[in-house]
């Protein structure tokens, strides 16, 4: 059960308790026996009367994988300051808060190409020059040059086509960012468990996402205004 999904049910279904007048949100009840769910994240939140230690908020817009528009960011805006207190208290709580100042970089090679589902694409590399240049823009004249690059190559290392097949895009994108930007890359390939890749992409101070799900979620929830700087799609 990946933690991008399970968090985007979980705070789509907070907003919509919310918005409906419930007394109390209840989490998904499907855990898979993991404990960051079962353990980390909240079972239960008191919602009538509005309980003083959460920020109190105002549900806005509509939450849709493959819909953005204004009612997208509607959605996370007002929703944000509640998630984020939600999140903080759940990586504190798992001993997962992550604390790094080099710009992150999440690529996903699973879904994408490989089902050729219109919705799972890479980004063309001129994607990442853009993403270089809002970096020089966010942080006042300065280049781009070291980034984390999180990555697990494939979803079932079993099937080795596949793993061969993302083991070559990955080492191509390597290649340019070292070679032609000039970016000391770092990779982590299947380095951490899923909920600490989320923890570090949570925490850095500059997301890059390439449109996974993975990291679509912790740039929604905490890169925002003057904290966190998210690129993506």
């Known amino acids: 059960m990946l933690v991008g999904n399970y968090l985007s049910n979980y705070f789509q279904d907070l907003g919509e308790a919310i918005r409906t007048g419930a ?7 499907r855990t898979d026996g993991m404990r960051f769910y079962e353990r980390c994240l909240p079972p239960k939140l008191p919602l009538r009367p509005w309980p003083p230690f959460l920020p109190r908020v105002k549900p806005a ?3 849709d994988w493959f819909v ?10 007002s929703m944000r300051p509640l998630v984020r207190h939600v999140l903080d208290q759940t990586l504190d709580r798992c001993g997962l808060r992550a604390t790094l100042s080099a710009p992150v970089l999440h690529f996903r090679c699973a879904s994408a190409p490989l089902n ?3 919705q799972y694409h890479f980004q063309r590399y001129s994607f990442f020059r853009a993403a270089a240049r809002r ?3 966010r942080f006042k004249g300065a280049q781009l040059k070291q980034l984390h690059l999180l990555t697990c190559v494939a979803d079932d290392v079993q099937k080795s086509t596949q793993a061969a097949t993302c ?6 994108l390597v290649s340019f960012l070292t070679k032609e930007m000039q970016i000391d890359v770092r990779v982590h390939n299947c380095a951490h468990s899923q909920f ?3 923890a570090i992409m949570y925490g850095a101070p500059f997301l890059i996402s390439t449109g996974s799900t993975m990291s679509l979620l912790p740039g929604l929830a905490n890169h925002g205004g003057r904290r966190n700087t998210f690129v993506s799609p």
């Open 196 to 198: 600490e890749d989320f």
């Open 68 to 77: 953005f528009d204004n009612q997208t960011d509607a959605f996370w805006s």
């Open 23 to 29: 007394s109390w949100f209840k989490r998904p009840r």
């Open 167 to 172: 083991t070559a895009y990955l080492d191509d």
């Open 116 to 118: 050729r589902h219109s």
């Open 61 to 63: 817009g509509h939450w």
């Open 135 to 137: 970096y020089k823009r």
